[in-house]
């Protein structure tokens, strides 16, 4: 059985323009990030309103073998101030879609103990809860890939308030992501030796062979993790519309590593990414080095010298974040 991912827990020193990215804030997440979990209230109404319903739940992706049962939890709240009969329907979406849904078989159980395929109600008072567990079984396999399990949550007393969970379950298969966008080269290999090495797997998006789209299917399915790498080669792969789908990605929850030597110099122009994601506001093109220092009292760089060693030539291009200075723990410069 192949080991998969159980938390990201990574530290990467970029020999490149690199960034670990972090979720941008969309009001109705939690900022706290425990076990590579990111816990998600999804609901509507609630306050003052008379009907209001909402789900709890940890956003990440999980991991099964062959055979496998997957289970997870959601909690249903009535988040309004009137007693209310909620009623809660499944659905799945299938990667491959020739997949049917006796090979993998989901089905959500709650407190009583009797599980459901399809809609059930519940009279919850208000502020009242209840535990629901989500299962996926693969009940044939042979079949690699990722499910998506959806539970929605609608008001009898006022059917305009809906929640919605996602669930994102992948089989026999990785749940990093990584990107190989260098232009035919070989750079994303030293990436992917990191990952074995570390005892992980990661699927592999060719962007030269397999074409620039949306690697992560509009992010449903929520990988723990997306590598990105540009190489040495051309960035000007990386449009407006990457960066679309880069932000959706982090607001979906996801973690993201981008190292590219010339991301920012074939970008030329700042964005909302590398604005409000990146938080930049400048760059200098094709700044090279050779060793980094810890800028004297940060929490985390102070007394470190790193030597960059690296087969990629160096023509990196530096930042300037004169907003953010805390976001900025080294210096680089040439050795002598």
């Given at each position: 059985m192949r080991r998969f991912l159980p938390a990201v827990t990574a530290a990467l020193l970029g020999i490149l323009v690199c960034a670990a990215l972090a979720p941008a804030s969309t009001g109705n997440e939690t900022a706290a990030v425990e076990g590579g979990a990111l816990p998600q209230t999804e609901g509507s109404g609630g306050g003052s309103r008379a009907y209001g319903v909402a789900f709890e739940y940890d956003l990440h992706p999980y991991e099964m073998s062959y055979g496998d049962t997957s289970t997870h939890y959601v909690t249903l709240r009535n988040t309004g101030t009137e007693t209310d009969v909620i009623t809660v329907n499944i659905a799945?979406?299938?990667r491959p879609s020739s997949v049917q849904s006796f090979e993998w078989f989901a089905n959500y159980c709650d407190e009583s103990g009797l599980c459901h395929f399809g809609p059930w109600p519940y009279t919850l008072a208000p502020d009242e809860t209840e535990l629901i567990d989500v299962h996926v079984l693969d009940q044939i396999g042979t079949e690699e890939g990722r499910i998506v399990v959806t539970l929605t949550a609608t008001s009898g007393g006022d059917p305009g308030q809906v929640a919605t969970s996602h669930s994102g379950v992948f089989i026999e298969t990785p749940s990093i992501l990584l990107v190989d966008d260098d232009g035919g080269a070989n750079?994303?290999?030293?990436?992917?030796?990191?990952?074995?090495?570390?005892?992980?797997?990661?699927?592999v998006w060719d962007n030269d062979g397999d074409g620039i789209g949306d690697p992560c299917d509009s992010c449903p399915f929520r990988y723990r993790a997306l590598l990105?790498?540009?190489?040495?080669?051309?960035?000007?792969?990386?449009?407006?519309?990457?960066?679309?789908?880069?932000?959706?990605y982090l607001d979906a929850g996801g973690a993201m590593f981008l190292t590219s030597s010339d991301y920012l110099s074939s970008r030329g122009a700042r964005s909302t990414f590398t604005d409000d994601y990146l938080h930049l506001d400048s760059w200098d093109d094709d700044v090279g080095g050779t060793v980094v220092t810890g800028v004297p009292g940060n929490a985390i760089s102070d007394g470190m010298a790193l030597t960059l060693l690296s087969t990629i030539?160096?023509?990196?291009d530096g930042i300037g974040n004169p907003s953010y200075p805390d976001d900025s723990f080294f210096d680089i410069f040439e050795s002598p």
């Open positions: 799945s979406d299938r750079d994303q290999t030293y990436m992917e030796t990191a990952v074995e090495d570390a005892g992980y797997f990661s699927q990105w790498t540009t190489g040495s080669g051309d960035a000007t792969t990386i449009t407006g519309a990457v960066e679309t789908i880069w932000m959706d030539p160096s023509s990196d």
